[in-house]
């Protein structure tokens, strides 16, 4: 799979991009066909509690899925995509064995 990791309105430091790359690989234990996964990370504005923003679009065979958190660190928002994907993805794969 690859991880692609985008910061915007503020620099990524490497310790938040291999916590990004380590919880968005745990996916792949969910479905194997993702083929790709684009992260955003970005700061809203005006500067207040819960400004973090972190969108995951996971580009997988025969679709896509998508969640986008909010929350006071990106860690946690991030937490919070993995856990959202983690069920989309169950629900994709219990699809496609239903067909």
Do not use: W
């Not at 990004?20 to 792949?28: A, D, G, H, P, Y």
């Amino acid at each position: 799979m690859d991880i692609r990791i985008q910061a915007i309105h503020f620099d990524a430091t490497a310790q938040l991009e291999a916590f990004v790359q380590k919880k968005v690989s745990k996916l792949e234990q969910y479905f194997d066909g993702i083929l790709t996964a684009e992260v955003s990370l970005k700061v809203i504005k005006p500067e207040t509690a819960k400004n973090k923003e972190a969108s995951i679009r996971l580009l997988i065979k025969n679709g896509d899925c998508f969640a986008a958190k909010v929350n006071d660190t990106f860690e946690e928002a991030v937490d919070d995509c993995v856990e959202a994907l983690e069920k989309q993805l169950i629900k994709f794969k219990e699809k496609i064995r239903a067909k």
